[in-house]
């Protein structure tokens, strides 16, 4: 088998993987394109990579541009490399044509919510409720932040904390190109023959109209059906499948599973955080192994907003992922930690039908939770304690019949941060 610095794809699949990331494939030389790559590991390494350095160019020009990188010229690399240059300069090409083309004089999207949430067009700009863009890339930069973007056909985009996403309409209907974070859409009947499409680095989504949730970073996509049907494409090695309502999918670069859906599990009120065997995404924090206390995660930074000057607000977090808990007035949450002061506790909830619930948070004062001997506090906060966060207050969002998709803890600055249980219960709903 050849190496990969010294592989050389066919003048056919070089072909097939330029219009692939154009999406200019027909059935035909989709068909094509899969076969070749279907048991050829050195081709599907460079279709990953063609799809992979066409999908980061554009985030990447504009950062690059202005922050150059000292580099250090490596003779040896530079030659098992020098035959990639046509393909990105072709990828360039293809992409700034795609998007002289697809410009659009009227606005793609306005902006519905904005917490936290910014564009990045000739200059980054902060979003606020009422803004209009023809097309663009938008992102999160704030871990407790969202936003929601609303399509001139009536769909309805959310952003969730971490969220990178370009979004852009040309003749071929609309395109989303999600490179990190959770995304969610309310999808309108889209014209017959231009499904919204949502590419990402493993896989490719085709959406007619429906609810969905789509979860992505660099290794995996997971999609999450919740109404109507979703035609889900794994990237490495061109097989597809339809995902219906209720179902979930994900897809990695791993070949050797075929695609399976499996059913939505509904949360119910209960559910903890197994920190020996972890049932949720913590993608905030480092799980240790304790001596005396037992397993812990200690908080890392992030990103959860701006001050009025433009300067971040950093903290210390840890942050929880997944359909965790169903809220009802008589729910609460225990969380055991450690911390100088009391933690704030951010929710991030989804409505029963899929669709976005708000978001709601608590400061807690540690005067209300003193520590024991050990340093070790707890504190179990009724559902009543929470608030609606002030970019949401007059959306109309309420947490009893929600789901909890988001649990973030946090201290101030470098405020060292320790969570040990994580914990919702529900007693029955009064009468």
Known sequence: MKSHSSYRPSPELEDLVSRAADNLLSPEEDENLASLLRDDV????????????????????????????????????????????????????????????????????SVEIADGAFYRGNEVVALKPGDSFPQGYFFIESSSGSAQLRFDDGTLVTLGGGCEVSINESTRGKRLELRAGVLSAVVSPQPEGKPLRIGTVTAELEVLGTVLTVEVNQEETGLSVTEGAVRFKRLADGDSIEVPALHNLVASLDTREALQPEPVANPDGLWQLDLQKPNARVTKGLLVAGQQQGPRYVAEPAILGRYKDGQKIIRNSVAINGRLAKLNEA????????????????????????????????????????????????????????????????RGFRLNGSIVQKVLISVHGSEPLEVAEVEFLTQPSKP
């Open 331 to 394: 729910s609460t949450l225990r969380v055991r930690y450690r911390a100088e002061k009391g933690p704030l506790l951010f929710l991030s909830l989804a409505k029963e039908n899929g669709r976005f619930g708000g978001n709601f948070e608590v400061d807690l004062n540690s005067d209300d939770h003193p520590p024991e001997p050990d340093g070790w506090s707890e504190a179990v906060v009724p559902m009543s304690s929470f608030n609606v966060v002030d970019a949401m207050k007059e």
């Open 42 to 109: 050195a081709a599907q390494r460079f279709y990953l990579n063609y799809m992979g350095l066409s999908a980061s160019l554009e985030w990447n020009y504009a950062e690059a541009a202005a922050t150059p990188e000292a580099t250090v010229s490596n003779p040896e690399s530079e030659e098992k490399e020098s035959w990639l240059w046509p393909l990105r300069i072709a990828a360039i090409l293809c992409i700034l044509l795609s998007l002289y083309f697809s410009a659009r004089p009227d606005n793609l999207v």
